[in-house]
């Protein structure tokens, strides 16, 4: 393609035709991603508005033929490139947030004994909370707030856990040095 530099520096470029004519029309919808004057398109690629019309048409025929992704949403003054809403349902599920399921009090009890103590066995939290802890821990194993970190070296070599960076990004924090001082416990000899 042929160009030659106008005074301003602006390239001035060969009319595309054809299928050029549609892949420039797209891309310039593309780089905008806002409803564009129809009048402005027909200028900037020098089109009549019945050349304009055609290209258009020929264009969203392309996108409807192959079920693609994106279509064109036409106003009588405007273009714009639009998604497709056969795949709303798949757009949905990528930009929508992940619900945050809240934490039980005795999921909250199990994190809190693991986050102090880690690395800890399923039998170090039974010890510290007095109940057994197997829901708890498969919980929050399935929500990622912790991990397994190998095996304890003693019989029967219990499974060790410990938290998880999704755990700090869950409570705002950025190490586990940051959490907050235990709580003193009173007992029945200091009262």
């Not at 020929?58 to 064109?72: F, V």
């Not at 070296?153 to 856990?161: A, D, H, I, Y």
Request: aromatic share 6%; glycine share 6%.
């Amino acid at each position: 393609m042929e160009t030659t530099e106008r005074e301003n520096g602006i390239p001035e470029l060969e009319k595309p035709e054809g299928a050029r004519l549609l892949g420039a029309i797209e891309s310039v919808l593309f780089v905008t991603g806002e409803p564009m004057p129809k009048a402005e398109i027909a200028r900037l690629f020098s089109l009549s508005p019945l050349e304009l019309s055609a290209a258009l048409t020929e264009l969203e025929s392309g996108y409807e033929a192959n079920s693609r992704g994106i279509r064109l949403f036409s106003t009588n003054d405007t273009i714009q490139l639009v998604t497709n809403p056969e795949y709303n349902d798949w757009l949905i599920r990528l930009l929508a947030p992940p619900e945050e399921k809240n934490l039980s009090d005795s999921m909250m009890e199990t994190l809190s004994v693991i986050a102090y103590r880690q690395p800890v066995t399923r039998a170090d939290i039974e010890a510290v909370r007095g109940v057994r802890c197997e829901y708890a821990v498969s919980q929050l194993l399935k929500q990622g707030f912790i991990k397994e970190l190998g095996r304890k070296e003693v019989v029967g070599r219990p499974m060790l856990f410990g938290t998880t960076d999704a755990f700090l990004r869950r409570f705002g924090l950025h190490s586990i040095d940051e959490l907050p001082p235990m709580p003193e416990i009173e007992t029945d000899e200091e009262a």
